[in-house]
């Protein structure tokens, strides 16, 4: 197949690896800077160009956009989309999972296991917000965070009515969340593919924090995921529509807690924690796929 990679560099592992192993595979494949695709949109067609050359003929294409860029990256994907190249994760279910708000009301709608949350807008609202969650410890997260900063952990109802303050002073956009003690600061990261959990390792958070991100000082370690985990993890990416994500739960008391669905999860830490070859894993999920829905043309390159 002809694949495109939407990433804004090249040199990061988890581009390098889909490059790779996309390679090693048989398949042609190109990096693109969504940045630098630009499209033209009207009723006759869709047409996208780079670096002054035409793009067509990608059978498909693997977002790898971040976070920084999920408003036009998320336009670019779609405009694939809409010229026919198939993607695993398309635009709207990166959206999807990008909105911790929004992902919170599908998953849940879908009676998956999450940590009770509480959002809302008015300061006047805030005690009863509170109230509505139970007594601290809370956790406040950031709408749009990633890598755990921007994920704060207040103990006294007085700390959690401050940050709050602050946070709306900043008119920064943020969920309140019970503190789910027993997971003593490791999470899960099942790595779904295609219905599958094709890689899980525990990150165990450093010493003094809670968190557990690879960002904040977190450790990892490859594990097998039970198989109420894996379920969990397989159905949550499932609700949201990705066919590729890196699913975080934590183990309590209840059974496994979703906390997030990354839509582009790293490579990196996966593969060295669990050995397993995951970009390998996606490229032959996403060719499987192509050729599931473009059987063999006539003279048709692949
Ligand atoms: N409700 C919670 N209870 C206990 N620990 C939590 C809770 N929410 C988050 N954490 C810890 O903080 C880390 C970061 O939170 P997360 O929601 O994944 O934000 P981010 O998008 O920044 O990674 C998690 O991996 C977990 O270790
Ligand atoms: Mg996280």
């Given at each position: 197949?002809?694949?495109?990679?939407?990433?804004?560099?090249?040199?990061?592992?988890?581009?390098?690896?889909?490059?790779?192993?996309?390679?090693?595979?048989?398949?042609s494949?190109?990096?693109?800077?969504?940045?630098?695709?630009?499209?033209?949109?009207?009723?006759?067609?869709?047409?996208?160009?780079?670096?002054?050359?035409?793009?067509?003929?990608y059978?498909?294409?693997?977002?790898?956009?971040?976070?920084?860029?999920t408003?036009?990256?998320?336009?670019?994907?779609?405009?694939?989309?809409?010229?026919?190249?198939?993607?695993?994760?398309?635009?709207?279910?990166?959206?999807?999972?990008?909105?911790?708000?929004?992902?919170?009301?599908?998953?849940?709608?879908?009676?998956?296991?999450?940590?009770?949350?509480?959002?809302?807008?008015?300061?006047?609202?805030?005690?009863?917000?509170?109230?509505?969650?139970?007594?601290?410890?809370?956790?406040?997260?950031?709408?749009?965070?990633?890598?755990?900063?921007?994920?704060?952990?207040?103990?006294?109802?007085?700390?959690?009515?401050?940050?709050?303050?602050a946070?709306?002073?900043?008119y920064?956009?943020?969920?309140?969340?019970?503190?789910v003690?027993?997971?003593?600061?490791?999470?899960?990261?099942?790595?779904?593919?295609?219905?599958?959990?094709?890689?899980?390792?525990?990150?165990?958070?450093?010493?003094?924090?809670?968190?557990?991100?690879?960002?904040?000082?977190?450790?990892?370690?490859?594990?097998?995921?039970?198989?109420?985990?894996?379920?969990?993890?397989?159905r949550?990416?499932?609700?949201l529509g990705?066919?590729?994500?890196?699913?975080?739960?934590?183990?309590?008391?209840?059974?496994?807690?979703?906390?997030?669905?990354?839509?582009?999860?790293?490579?990196?830490?996966i593969?060295?924690?669990?050995?397993?070859?995951?970009?390998?894993?996606?490229?032959?999920?996403?060719?499987?796929?192509?050729?599931?829905?473009t059987?063999?043309?006539?003279?048709?390159?692949?």
């Open positions: 197949m002809k694949l495109a990679i939407l990433s804004r560099n090249t040199k990061l592992y988890s581009t390098r690896r889909l490059v790779e192993a996309a390679r090693e595979h048989g398949h494949v190109r990096v693109l800077d969504p940045l630098r695709c630009y499209m033209r949109i009207a009723s006759d067609g869709f047409q996208m160009h780079y670096k002054g050359r035409e793009i067509a003929g059978h498909a294409v693997i977002p790898r956009i971040g976070a920084s860029v408003r036009y990256g998320s336009a670019v994907l779609r405009q694939f989309e809409l010229m026919e190249t198939y993607t695993p994760n398309t635009s709207d279910a990166i959206l999807r999972a990008r909105d911790k708000l929004r992902s919170h009301q599908l998953l849940a709608a879908q009676r998956i296991g999450l940590p009770a949350t509480v959002f809302g807008d008015n300061p006047d609202d805030t005690a009863d917000l509170l109230s509505m969650l139970g007594p601290p410890p809370h956790v406040i997260k950031l709408n749009e965070g990633t890598q755990g900063a921007g994920v704060m952990l207040t103990e006294k109802l007085s700390a959690s009515k401050g940050v709050i303050e946070l709306r002073g900043l920064a956009n943020f969920l309140v969340q019970e503190f003690a027993e997971a003593k600061g490791a999470d899960l990261r099942c790595f779904v593919v295609g219905g599958t959990v094709v890689a899980a390792m525990k990150r165990q958070a450093p010493k003094g924090d809670f968190r557990s991100n690879l960002h904040r000082g977190g450790t990892a370690k490859g594990v097998r995921a039970s198989a109420a985990e894996q379920e969990v993890a397989v949550a990416a499932q609700v990705l066919g590729v994500a890196g699913v975080d739960l934590i183990r309590s008391d209840r059974g496994p807690l979703v906390l997030e669905v990354n839509a582009s999860p790293g490579l990196e830490g593969e060295e924690a669990s050995g397993v070859d995951v970009a390998s894993e996606i490229i032959q999920y996403v060719s499987g796929r192509i050729q599931l829905k059987p063999k043309r006539a003279g048709g390159k692949r």
